[in-house]
Every structure is written in structure tokens, then in C-alpha cells.
């Protein structure tokens, strides 16, 4: 009974696995012996720093990968803003360039640190002392593999702004100082993150992110094999056929070899110097094949969109290809991408450039406003048209407000086109009631502008 008693519970703990109460002993449904039922995650590759850097040096999609979303956030004058110093000192300090590769190292090793180098009469482990900035000096970036810091030095204060964050960085210097090691205060330096991952992940990668090529390196890597793949059928894509008869008779008899091969060397010299071929009629017979490629295309199509998938990136963005179909135009995707390009720059280049403005306008050599305004510039640009129609309608929108006697005439063309440039977004004070009137001199300008 006893036998019986646990062979029963056995199969029932076994049925109470299933939720369908379907299995098939022949066939191995709904059994961890199936296929479906023997499928486990795979355990992921763990990309190296040498890994790394050969897929940055040698992989064309593996680079656009990583550059692409800091080339778009940061293309052209990526910033816009009046103060003419503010400019200077970033074509001083080349921060354009600091900042790009601060970003594609910490997209690509999963973590960067940019490094001020500033002269404020204290050495690099003390605090920043704000009030004493004479001058910034320069900026030198470390990429995640050159950053270390102790478990020891870790801000243990639970109401800090960095609780649990080191409170100094020990950077190995690829220069060949003196110092094998530079000691530096975060006050100094902005850190960079990499990929958002696990916390088991990050203990492992001394609290750093993953790269962004680690999500994706499947795909690369089956993307990469199709290339080698196709390269292979290319190279063997026309195959020449020589018939000879009684071949196998001239290979067995003595010298039959040699001849054979005089005879092709001699046939590939007549057709590669003059494009003629001389046969025996009676004897030889000369014919190319041309290897299949169905399908290919389709199949090269379909590895791209699992690649697409994968990075986040629109086929135009990382292909260069238009999307296809009667009624494909790309814009959704071009607007989902854009959108991420929109987050990148909130997330990683908005504080990062609040750091670098407020550090430059402390140095006792800044000669500018403490407050310095500015924004990111569109993304893409409206074409002529596309500007015509916005003040068209922004001209509909202001006059119904005038003629209502919401807003001021003159104010609002003051706003509107007393700068540099037209302005979507105006700001406009309270209209009193002793300002409602407008004078013939302010209703003429307004007709004539707008």
C-alpha cells in the first residue's frame, strides 16, 4: 500500500505542474523530456573588453549602434542660446567633442567618466571648492575598465543626495605618469551610465551598467554570419563545367593527370586574354552554372528587422534603407526613434551640461551672466513651407485672442518677431482693462507683419 500510496502522489504532483492536464508519455507533450518542455533560457555571453573594442573597430553596424543616438542628440548646433561666451568656452575647452565621446564610451563599455581638470589651489581627492575656481584647466574622459573604487569609501549616509555611491574614483592613467593611479573627489567628475540592468549584474561590473551591444550581440552575430554566408555564394556563383570524354580513362593511365591539367590551364588562359574558348567538338563540351540565390534577399530583410528589434533603431536609421511597401513611409518609426533620441538627451546630456555651464560660469576668468539660457535645438528642421504654414497659423491664433482683447497687439509682435528669429512659444503678461485699446499706429504695424 505504501508503494501504491507514493506512486499516486508522485503522479499527482506531477499532473499539478501542468494547467491544461494534457501530456503524452510517445510523444513527450506537456513532459520536460519534450521540446518545449527541455527549453531553458541560455545562460548570456558576457562581452569583454577586448570584445568590445574589436566589434567598435571592426564592425561597421556595431559602431553605428553605439553612435548613432549621440550623433542625432548632439547634430549640428544641438544647443541654442544667445550668450556668445558660454560658446567660446565650449570651442575653448572642445566640450562638443568631450561630451560626444563621453556618450559612445559609456554606450559602449557601459560606463565613462568626463574628469574636470580644474585649478582651484586643492588637489584632485579634495572637494571641488566652488568659491576659488580660477580656471578649467581641461577635461579628460575614462571609459568603465580604467575606474575603480573601494567598498570602504562608499557614502554610508542614508539622507545624502550619492548615499551608497563612492565618495572618490581611483583612475588608471593611460598617459604614464608618475602616478599609477589618479585619486579624484566626485565633486570632479560626472559619471555616465551604462544600459539599465540588473543590480546582480551591476555588483558584478564594480556598479556600472551593461554596453549596449550586449542585448544585441546575438543578433549582430547572426547578422554577421549571413553576411559571410552570402559572401561565400557570391564567390561561387558561377561554377564552369568542363565535359571531356573518356575521363576517367585519361586520369588512370600514366601522364593523364598532367595533361588534364594543361588542358584547363590552357582553356582559362584563351578565355580570361581573348573571352574565346577552343574546344574539340567530339571530345569537350563547356558550360557555366550559375548558383541559386532565392530567397536571399528576403532572408538578409528578415535578419535586419530582428537586428532593428533588437537596438531600437528604424531600419532607415541603422540600414540606410527606405522601408518598403506601397503605403510604407517610415514616419512612425522615424517618430518612435525620435523620441528616444528626445529621452537620451533629458536623461544623460541634460544634467551633464547643467554640471559643465555651472562649473564655466564659476571660474573667476568668466567674464558672462551667471544664468545662462539655453535649449536643445529640433531635431529636424521645417523646411520653408512647413515654417510659412506654422506663422500662417499662429497668425490665425494670434488675431482671434487681439480682436477678443485677450492679449496685447504690440506685445505680442514684440514677441513674436522682435528677435532674432520668429518664436513658436511667446510668454505674455496680464492684459488690464485700461490697455484694451489699440492705436491706429500699433493696428497698421500688426497688418503689415503678420
Not at 531553458?40 to 558576457?46: D, G, I, L, M
Not at 567660446?88 to 557601459?110: D, M, P, Q, T, V
Not at 533620441?341 to 547643467?354: G, H, N, Q
Not at 567674464?367 to 523646411?383: A, C, H, M, Y
Amino acid at each position: 500500500m505504501k508503494i501504491i500510496d507514493k506512486a499516486r502522489s508522485t503522479i499527482a504532483s506531477f499532473f499539478e505542474k501542468r494547467t491544461d492536464n494534457f501530456m503524452n508519455s510517445r510523444t513527450g507533450l506537456g513532459q520536460y523530456s519534450g521540446r518545449v518542455g527541455a527549453t531553458r533560457v541560455k545562460p548570456s555571453f558576457a562581452l569583454s573588453y577586448e570584445d568590445l573594442d574589436n566589434l567598435y573597430a571592426g564592425n561597421g553596424i556595431a559602431r553605428r549602434i553605439v553612435n548613432s543616438l549621440v550623433d542625432d542628440s548632439m547634430r549640428g548646433n544641438f544647443i541654442e542660446t544667445k550668450d556668445d561666451e558660454i560658446k567660446e568656452e565650449f570651442k575653448r575647452l572642445s566640450l562638443i567633442k568631450s561630451i560626444k565621446e563621453a556618450c559612445y564610451f559609456s554606450r559602449l563599455f557601459g560606463g565613462a567618466i568626463l574628469v574636470a581638470f580644474i585649478d582651484d589651489g586643492q588637489d584632485m581627492d579634495k572637494p571641488l571648492n566652488e568659491k576659488n575656481i580660477n580656471k578649467i584647466v581641461h577635461f579628460k574622459i575614462f571609459d568603465r575598465r580604467w575606474i575603480s573604487w573601494y567598498e570602504h569609501e562608499l557614502i554610508k549616509n542614508y539622507l545624502s543626495e550619492r548615499f551608497g555611491l563612492p565618495e572618490f574614483y581611483y583612475l588608471n592613467s593611460p598617459w604614464h605618469t608618475a602616478e599609477a593611479m589618479i585619486k579624484v573627489h566626485h565633486t570632479r567628475c560626472f559619471v555616465l551610465d551604462g544600459v539599465s540592468t540588473t543590480e546582480r549584474r551591476r555588483r558584478q561590473q564594480n556598479d556600472f551598467g551593461d554596453s549596449v551591444l550586449q542585448s544585441c550581440f546575438d543578433n549582430l552575430r547572426q547578422y554577421g554570419l549571413v553576411s559571410e554566408a552570402s559572401a561565400e555564394i557570391v564567390q561561387d556563383f558561377i561554377q564552369v563545367i568542363i565535359k571531356i570524354n573518356s575521363l576517367d580513362h585519361k586520369m588512370t593511365r600514366q601522364g593523364g593527370g598532367a595533361e588534364l591539367a594543361m588542358r584547363a590551364e590552357a582553356l582559362d588562359l584563351s578565355r580570361s586574354s581573348a573571352n574565346l574558348i577552343f574546344l574539340d567538338s567530339e571530345k569537350e563540351d563547356y558550360e557555366k552554372k550559375a548558383s541559386s540565390v532565392a530567397g536571399l534577399s528576403d532572408l538578409w530583410s528578415k535578419f535586419a528587422e530582428s537586428m532593428c528589434a533588437a537596438t531600437g533603431y528604424p531600419m532607415t536609421r541603422l540600414f540606410g534603407q527606405s522601408p518598403g511597401g506601397l503605403n510604407s513611409t517610415g514616419e512612425s518609426d522615424m517618430r518612435n526613434y525620435y523620441d528616444l533620441v528626445s529621452a537620451y538627451r533629458k536623461d544623460e546630456i541634460d544634467p551633464l551640461l547643467d554640471w559643465l555651464i555651472k562649473i564655466i560660469t564659476l571660474q573667476k576668468t568668466w567674464q558672462g551672466t551667471d544664468k545662462i539660457e539655453w535649449r536643445f535645438s529640433n531635431l529636424v528642421e521645417p523646411t520653408d513651407l512647413e515654417r510659412a504654414e506654422l506663422k500662417e497659423k499662429q497668425e490665425k491664433m494670434d488675431w482671434g485672442y487681439i480682436d477678443r482683447g485677450a492679449i496685447d497687439a504690440g506685445e505680442c509682435w514684440q514677441e513674436r518677431f522682435g528677435g532674432d528669429e520668429f518664436k513658436e512659444d511667446i510668454k505674455l503678461k496680464k492684459l488690464e482693462r485700461d490697455e484694451l485699446s489699440l492705436d491706429d499706429e500699433t493696428m497698421s504695424m500688426m497688418s503689415s507683419m503678420l
